[in-house]
């Protein structure tokens, strides 16, 4: 089974050998943690996803991480909140079980995860967390999942979650 790992912190910054994008559809960059991981990873970034013709939405495709201290990055756009009654759950979940299933095919055993969603997308923090927590933590494979929280609200919805579980 998979590890799930809690910390605060810049995703740009982990030494692990895959982090997970919170994208857009379109794979071409824009703000939030999409931004600073095409800023840290440098230009080549944004040519290798051009190649990739974008990605739906709850899919996950994958680049090398260039400058990055990553090895790749895992491009996955999870669902914009539309207030609950267009899949959203279930795209979300989709979008950490595909961006895992990348992780293993490229021989991955430490992933970190941004909070997918739950930014400009408006996705519910802690019906969030569950569902990350979740999908992590029922997936098989020997892998270490870190979350890694940018701001203490985050983490602390993602430790309360973890709490209530104990
Ligand atoms: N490290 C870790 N987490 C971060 C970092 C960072 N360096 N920077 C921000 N976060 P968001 P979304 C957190 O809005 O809701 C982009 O424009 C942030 O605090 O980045 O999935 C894409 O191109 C929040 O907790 O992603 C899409 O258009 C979490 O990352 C859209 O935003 C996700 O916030 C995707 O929206």
Known sequence: ???????????????????????????????GVDGA?????????DE??????????GEAKVTL????????V??????????????ESQLLKNSYVNSLKRAVENHCQT???????TGVYDFPLNQAAKI????IESFNAELVATMVCFDSGTYSAYENELTERK
């Open 132 to 135: 990350a927590i979740d999908a």
């Open 1 to 31: 089974m998979a590890t799930f790992n809690l910390i605060k912190g810049d995703i740009t910054t982990m030494h692990v050998d895959a982090i997970v994008n919170a994208a857009n559809t379109s794979l071409r960059g824009g703000g």
């Open 65 to 72: 991480g260039f400058n990055l201290p990553a090895k790749y």
């Open 48 to 57: 290798a996803c051009r190649k990739l013709n974008g990605c739906p939405t």
């Open 74 to 87: 895992i491009h996955t756009p999870g669902p914009v909140w539309h207030g609950g009654h267009n899949n």
């Open 37 to 45: 991981i095409h800023r840290a990873a440098g230009p080549k970034l």
């Open 111 to 117: 992933v970190a995860f941004p909070s997918i969603s």
